[in-house]
């Protein structure tokens, strides 16, 4: 849209450049005193986000329009592709084993980047505050970038970056072509216009290298947030131990989708005395390539398109895996599970968002326009999962957790 010359309701330029709410800085900054104090008491999650969420709140007020929009379209895309090429290249990992003051030319000998690329690259995060300068074309890694070591955080970015980010750009475009119209289709998706393919998200991922990436990206994903089977959210022994069938070959629990198992494991490990079975599924391409995993559990190729080959376990399990779908395509995945389901015995439990109508996380919010674009679906909210769920014979029995944008723990029965 071009706004014409002259239209009385654009607003004088000087917005560009005034702070975006100076007024609310002393308030925030109370907030910021009382909630530090709260938090250097507590040393608990919860006010740790809130302290976070205010300091956000504080750089929003202080910032100006003009260099908001610098931060967005600059500042940022340059440390994404930034990060990712350092990353590929393997200089976090190079800085993370010197573990103190190294420069550009020794990064650029052990990765073999151009020491000129690199030292652009590196004064950016620098100045970004990802890396620390301490001289000349010289670094010290923070916290995040030593951390950037590890699979589970570097991943994401090739993921995403390398993977994903055609699509991102060229989702304005396909929506203009669709009559600027939302499409939620299985078929005809962001990704098959932007890359002129026949695939999802999974196959075309894996097509340029970067299965295991989304695998250990999502493992990544979980770290650190409150767990379904923590016992302050899930009651897991009153609600799926007690009462289920304790011969050795029922099936306790079966991860539908479950990736290389991280969920299970973490199953296994908090709930070692549970009855019966642990049962992995997923794609023969992703079960084969599991590195470690507690043989207790029971590895499953499996097509959750196809009919589920466990039947009447005490709890089928599904993390991440329904919002990746249109509602057409997560109906045909329900009705293999239902289909399995005892009456009266089993669970579904369904650990993902449930965005709230009002005062959604941004990290929730965030998720929600990626799936969009990238998988032609949603994060759901409760409308929406009831009206998913009940059509295919299920009925919602509570909504466990979900604090703070994670994930909540939608426990299903038979209708
Ligand atoms: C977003 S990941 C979530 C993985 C895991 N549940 C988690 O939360 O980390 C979705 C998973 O669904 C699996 N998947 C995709 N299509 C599948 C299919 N047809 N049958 C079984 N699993 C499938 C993928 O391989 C992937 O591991």
Known sequence: MIIPNGDSHVPDVSIATSPNDLASVPAILKQISAQGEQLSTTQDYDSRLQLLASARALVQALETPRETMIKHIWAQPAVQVGITMMYEAGVFHVMARKNGPITVKECAEATKMDPNLLARLMRHLGSMGHITETGVDEYTPTNFSRAMSLRIIGDGYPCIINGLFNTLSKYGEFTKAHGNKMVLSHTDTPLRYAEKVDMDVFTWLRSLGLGSHLNNHMAGYHQGRPSWMDPDVYPVKDRLIKGADTSENAPFLVDIGGSTGHDIAEFLTKHPNHP???????????????????????????????????????????????????????????????????????????????????????????????????????????????????????????????????????ECELA
């Open 276 to 410: 019966g079975k642990l049962i992995l599924e997923d794609l023969p391409v992703v079960i084969d390539h599991i590195n470690h995993l507690d043989p207790r559990i029971e590895r499953v190729p499996y097509d959750f398109h196809t009919e589920q080959p466990h039947k009447g376990a005490r709890a089928y399990y599904m993390h991440s895996v329904l919002h990746d779908w249109p509602d057409d395509v997560c109906a045909d995945i329900l009705k293999n599970v239902v289909a399995a389901m005892k009456p009266g015995y089993s669970r579904l439990l369904i650990n993902e968002c449930v965005i709230p109508d009002c005062g959604a996380d941004w990290q929730a919010t965030a998720l929600d326009v990626m799936i969009m674009i990238e998988f032609s679906s949603s994060e759901r909210t409760l409308a929406d999962w009831t009206r998913l769920l009940e059509p295919a014979g299920l009925r919602i029995i509570k909504v466990w957790g979900g604090k703070n944008g994670t994930e909540s723990l939608i």
